[in-house]
């Protein structure tokens, strides 16, 4: 059974900085796929982020590029979500999700076999 646990959220300043973490259990993350998503209150869920199974190819939304990194530590089995001069519009429930590797996803979130529960971020104006 995978599980995905998040953390690092918090209440922070425009301009503030935040390093996420989704640490995983029972697979290693070298054999996922493994992406960030975030639902702001009243809107749909959005792909923010992801990093393959090889550790390679992120991908971010254009609203967030220069701002996030995305990285991992197999040795954690942890994959980070750095969030620099963060925005008002940032603030969301942010939550990690994966896909086994070779295994078709989509931006939609079809694909994504394992969730965590989520950690919130708030960004003050």
């Known amino acids: 059974q995978v599980q995905l646990v998040e953390s690092g959220g918090g209440l922070v300043q425009t301009g503030d900085s935040l390093r996420l973490s989704c640490l995983a259990s029972?697979?290693?993350?070298?054999?996922?796929?493994t992406a960030w998503f975030r639902q702001a209150p009243g809107k749909e869920r959005e792909f923010v982020s992801i990093i393959n199974w090889s550790g390679g190819s992120p991908w971010y939304r254009d609203s967030v590029k220069g701002r996030f990194t995305i990285s991992r530590d197999t040795i954690k089995n942890t994959v980070y979500l750095q969030m620099n001069s963060l925005k008002f519009e940032d603030t969301a429930v942010y939550s990690c999700a994966a896909a086994p590797s070779g295994t078709r996803w989509s931006r939609s979130g079809e694909g994504f076999d394992y969730w965590g529960k989520g950690t919130l971020v708030t960004v003050s104006s």
């Open positions: 029972g697979r290693n993350i070298s054999t996922l796929t």
